[in-house]
């Protein structure tokens, strides 16, 4: 484990936030956009080599989350009866698993992200071979879960498929970087939720798009994250670059 230059401790992870088709623009064929592009936010497919880039540097630990939803999420407009099934415009009461009495409402969805559909695969863009790990996240019907860490009740269980702050502390790691879609939603919640569990955050405002960049979506969400102690960096930043341009290179010198 490396050592800042005030002697603390510096183990940092990627964490790629949902980078699946379901949330790009399709490359070529504009045919398939209802299918494969349901809840598109312009520009996110352009973060692979942001993203890239990013992987090919020395970090300790890279994570991949994606939505892996069941046909029958609660978050889905088809879940529910008319009229308030209408995706965007109408929010419905979620019952926390583990404790049923305490509620909470949730936005409802376009279709996305279904297990075992093409939505739900990480983009071609975004080099899989260089993860190390895929956090497969709202995956129990009856509860949201936009960070990877746990749902929207806090809970770590059926949600998803490991408990990311858990292995994220085994294997000792510090300081948790932040990229992907969406900056106001699901990253924001990833590194505040990042935060909580106790890891030095950032998220790098380059390699990650914004459903809305306005006064109400991205520019709130940096307030929120600055209020939480995350801060928000860019590429350039020497949060960023104090971390080695070459992962293989680092692999190659801690193990000789």
């Known amino acids: 484990m490396a050592s800042d230059s005030d002697g603390q401790a510096f183990n940092p992870a990627l964490v790629v936030v949902d980078m699946q088709d379901g949330f790009c623009l399709p490359a070529s064929d504009l045919s398939v956009y209802v299918q494969k592009g349901s809840l598109a936010v312009p520009g996110g497919r352009e973060l692979g080599p942001v993203i890239n880039g990013l992987l090919s540097r020395a970090f300790a630990l890279t994570v991949a989350s994606k939505d892996y939803h069941p046909p029958d999420h609660i978050s889905f407009d088809t879940s529910h009866s008319p009229p308030n099934n209408k995706a965007f415009d109408s929010w419905v009461t979620m019952f926390n698993p583990a404790n049923p009495s305490e509620t909470k409402q949730t936005q409802l969805w376009p279709v996305h992200c279904v297990q ?51 292995f994220l502390k085994a294997r000792g790691i510090t300081h948790v970087y932040v990229v992907g879609l969406t900056g106001d939603c699901c990253v924001k919640c990833t590194a505040l939720d990042a935060k909580k569990e106790g890891f030095e955050v950032y998220v790098v405002e380059d390699g990650t798009k914004s459903v809305d960049d306005g006064s109400k979506g991205w520019e709130a969400a940096k307030a929120e994250l600055k209020s939480a102690g995350v801060e928000v960096v860019s590429l350039k930043s020497p949060q960023v670059e104090r971390i080695s341009r070459s992962r293989q290179l680092s692999e190659e010198i801690e193990s000789s």
């Open 116 to 166: 075992g559909t093409p939505s739900a695969e990480i983009i071609p863009e975004v080099d899989l071979s260089k993860i190390d790990i895929i956090v497969e996240k709202g995956r129990d019907p009856r509860v949201e879960m936009y960070s990877a860490f746990s749902d929207a009740f806090g809970n770590k269980s059926d949600a998803a498929n490991l408990d990311l702050a858990q």
